[in-house]
Nanobody
Framework: QLQFVESGGGLVQPGRSLRLSCAASEFTLDYYTIGWFRQAPGKEREGVSCISRGGSVNRYADSVKGRFTVSRDNAKNTVYLQMNSLKPEDTAVYYC??????????????????WGQGTQVTVSS
């Protein structure tokens, strides 16, 4: 069982920024594709961004392109999701997930095997 923890969520005003972290202590995140997903109340889980093993490929949902950036810090064994220009519609629980097999990366949740516990992001004035 791969265990990792998301952090960095909180309450922020529209237009401000947050940086989410996905950290692991017992395995090397850079060996795997990492996805970021979110789920708002009453809505389906949505793929937000992903980064391939090694970091050569990343993808973004159209709704966050130009505002969100995914990155790796291998020295800290952490994957980040930098979220800028936040909007109220970005409010959701954000999850990171691990895909052990895909060489590229996907925003489809059914390709990910391990999920974190989630961190709440609320964008409100």
């Amino acid at each position: 069982q791969l265990q990792f923890v998301e952090s960095g969520g909180g309450l922020v005003q529209p237009g401000r920024s947050l940086r989410l972290s996905c950290a692991a202590s017992e395995f090397t995140l850079d060996y795997y594709t990492i996805g970021w997903f979110r789920q708002a109340p009453g809505k389906e889980r949505e793929g937000v961004s992903c980064i391939s093993r090694g970091g050569s490929v990343n993808r973004y949902a159209d709704s966050v392109k130009g505002r969100f950036t995914v990155s790796r810090d291998n020295a800290k064994n952490t994957v980040y999701l930098q979220m800028n220009s936040l909007k109220p519609e970005d409010t959701a629980v954000y999850y990171c997930a691990v895909d052990r097999w895909t060489l590229s990366c996907s925003l489809k949740s059914n390709e990910y095997e391990y999920w974190g516990q989630g961190t709440q992001v609320t964008v409100s004035s």
